[in-house]
């Protein structure tokens, strides 16, 4: 079991096998089309291998994910910069130093697109690869209109294998259609809360199948973290996860996070509501019911919820809280009550995020007005800006995206001026190695490590015997290449590392047999190109971050907490000082300052930092925490992902809420509160 490079319990299960090798099949048609074609009909050989490796690159390298047309549209959207990036290593071939340059600013921001979201980080490894194969000698321009036909057939035809040859099925249920559902249940759930009082909570059994828009008012209460469950992010498909930068993504994503908080909510509410419940409490819960149904139309393809209906109820909620306060103290609500209408009133804030979200995600800047406008600072930007601002955010080392990207673009670099400078033979496999095989961490690469370079030698004893046995016969080896295309592709992902480098070597071995003549040298230089990568990949993943995201994920979740005490402090302070903040409030969300520090005099109890952090740098430090923590789960467990997991919940949790909600206007001059706060909190001053 070792030389599979995969645990025997972590194999992939029966769809998961049906869909390893349909997608086998589906780059092994594109593939083998393209290569064929050029190579005997045309009889262009480079142009063949072009498109060979267009269609392997982004079929087999990368892992664009969605349903089928979903890829399609993605590796058509990929083609112009695939050939932009066959033009420039065309061009930069000329001289080794150059070939160098320019795979650092390819490598880089290409191993950086992830930041962007999961298609732009499945089509990332393909592209590499564009850049990477003409980077090499010879230095030949005026090969350049064949090498750019070769990768626009390949990809083409990849496109529409993905397209129409078995393509891979959208999701049961769409992101939408899971949040209308949530929402939908959450409204039901709000809707039995304000119904004539009973006494204690209900104890039916949980059943996830209730979270459906069919299930009974009688049974919700008992299923709303059911509900909730079903938008958490780890449990979608990446496809479906609304992880982009731009406004609508931005804005569903808000809106899944404020609904499973609204679920959370509502389920509390059941199991501490008072018997006998306020009028007051039982109106506004009949608003956030209104609400929710709503805003489940909005999503399902019905009009924007409408603006102001929630805000107004809120407000009557507030009022009534005010005059409450002003009885004599034997006429006010007993202390079960008063509990309850202050969570009453935070679900209710709950659900106006909620609205307001969604209006976002369906009507974009027109959705006016927006309540709190701080929280939806994205709102009014465009999407130019907010790519920009997310790439901007990331460009620190703090962030696992530019760790990442820095410790691939080190490997790929060292790699082109190692496989120049030796004068390697299929110097690319040099850098192609580096790309497959460089994990995370130093122990991810390793193991991978170990794992290829035992398949790969395996495959080169085949390949040589392979090309002893055929010689110079190439229809042989036109007859060897798909099937060992379509056992590759199949096998490798299957059964691990190993296997597919081994596989992968009997492809190559194959292909380029059929282009010039070859003998077992060519298994030879296949042997030591992919050593090498081995080497470097190994180098940099010691040197450049080695644990990975188990070092990062432990100081980013620091970073946040600490930055969230200090908001919870100075916004606390804000709700009990009668003190206004001179001047206008600064926009949340705008650029963090410089000066921003976290110093603060440990020996007074009440002192804070001269400097608090600013909501816009506690979203930052949530974003941090968020990725890291991400990544840590696809890495192997070491002994910082116990304590991860502990406090992966509570700041997931609670950090959104405080990072944006409607607030308090007021600050004590002994306590300056964090940019934004006077409007960002969701929290309600009552003034005596």
């Known amino acids: 079991m070792a ?24 780059v092994t048609l594109a593939a083998s089309l393209g290569f064929y074609a050029c190579r005997y009909a045309f009889g262009r050989p480079e142009t063949a291998i072009y498109a060979l490796f267009g269609a392997v690159a982004m079929g087999a390298l990368s892992r664009i994910p969605g349903s089928g047309r979903q890829r399609a549209t993605v590796v058509l959207a990929a083609l112009p910069i695939a050939l932009g990036l066959v033009a420039m290593g065309t061009a930069l071939a000329v001289h080794t130093a150059a070939a160098v340059a320019g795979m650092v600013v390819v490598g880089f921001c290409l191993a950086f697109a992830p930041v962007a979201g999961p298609r732009p980080a499945g089509a990332a490894p393909g592209l590499q690869l ?59 759930a709000a809707a ?22 069919d299930t009974s008012p009688d049974t919700l209460l008992d299923h709303l973290s059911d509900a909730g469950e079903a938008l958490r992010p780890a449990l979608l498909p990446p496809a479906e996860r609304p992880a982009g930068a731009g406004r609508t993504d931005r804005a569903l994503a808000q809106a899944g996070s404020a609904t499973r908080e609204l679920l959370a909510q509502l389920q509390a509410l059941d199991v501490r509501a008072p018997a006998v419940r306020d009028q007051a409490s039982r109106s506004l819960l009949t608003r956030v019911a209104e609400s929710c149904r709503d805003t489940e139309r909005a999503l399902r393809g019905g009009p924007a919820p409408p603006p102001t209906r929630m805000d107004e109820a809120i407000e009557a909620f507030q009022d009534e809280r005010l005059a409450q306060a002003r009885r004599p103290a034997a006429t006010r609500p007993p202390p079960g009550v008063l509990r309850h209408q202050a ?58 995206y530019f760790q990442n990207a820095v410790r691939i673009t080190v490997g790929l670099s060292l790699a ?22 460089t994990r995370t961490s130093a122990m991810g690469t390793w193991r991978n490590v170990r794992l290829a370079l035992v398949g790969t030698f395996a495959g080169a004893l085949a390949a040589a015997g392979l090309l002893i046995g055929f010689g110079q016969h190439t229809g042989a080896y036109a007859a060897v290449l798909a099937p060992a295309m379509l056992i590759a592709f199949s096998v490798g992902p299957m059964l691990g590392v190993a296997w597919a480098q081994g596989l992968f070597t009997l492809v190559v071995a194959s292909a380029f047999a059929q282009l010039a003549p070859a003998n077992r040298e060519l298994a030879q230089a296949r042997i030591l190109d992919v050593a090498t990568g081995c080497l470097v990949g190994l180098v940099c993943g010691v040197l450049a971050w080695p644990r990975g995201a188990s070092s990062e994920v432990l100081r980013a979740m620091a970073r946040l907490l600490r930055s969230l005490g200090h908001t919870v402090e100075a916004t606390t302070s804000a709700m009990l000082h009668d003190v206004d ?42 974003r941090l925490a968020q990725s890291s923590f991400a990544q840590l789960q696809g890495e192997a467990p070491g002994p910082a992902r116990p304590a991860a997991d502990r406090l992966a919940g509570r700041p997931h949790r609670g950090a959104p809420r405080a990072a944006g909600c409607p607030g308090t206007p007021g600050r004590p001059p002994s306590v300056p509160a964090p940019q934004g706060a006077g409007r960002d909190f969701g929290v309600h001053r009552t003034r005596p």
Do not use: C
Request: hydrophobic share 40%; net charge positive; charged share 20%.
């Open 416 to 437: 082109r001026l190692t496989a120049g400078a030796l004068d390697l033979a299929h110097g690319f496999w040099v850098l192609l190695a580096v790309l497959t095989l």
């Open 343 to 400: 969570a009453v009133l935070a679900t209710s804030v709950s659900a106006q995020i909620v609205k307001s979200s969604v209006r976002v995600a369906v009507d974009g800047r027109r959705a006016r007005p927006l309540h709190p406008e701080s929280v939806f600072w994205y709102a009014r930007r465009s999407t130019p800006s907010l790519y920009w601002r997310r790439v901007r955010g990331n460009l620190t080392p703090r962030s696992v």
């Open 581 to 622: 903040p001179p001047g206008p409030p600064p926009v949340a969300g705008a650029s963090p300052s410089a000066a921003h520090t976290a110093a603060s005099a440990a020996d007074t109890p009440h002192s804070v930092p001269a400097t608090p952090p600013s909501v816009a740098d506690t979203r930052h430090a949530l």
């Open 3 to 26: 030389t599979t490079g995969r645990p025997a319990d972590d194999r992939p299960d029966l769809p998961d096998l049906r869909q390893i090798v349909r997608r086998a099949l589906r």
């Open 130 to 188: 564009m850049y990477i194969l003409p980077s090499f000698p010879p230095y030949a321009p005026d090969h350049l209109p064949g090498r750019l036909a070769g990768a626009a057939i390949g990809m083409l035809l990849l496109a529409a294998a993905e397209a129409w040859v078995l393509p891979v099925p959208g999701p049961e249920k769409p992101y939408r259609r899971l949040l209308a559902d949530a929402i939908r249940t959450a409204g039901l």
């Open 192 to 213: 039995k809360l304000a119904a004539e009082p009973r006494q204690g909570p209900t104890n039916a059994p949980a059943n996830p199948s209730h979270t459906s828009p």
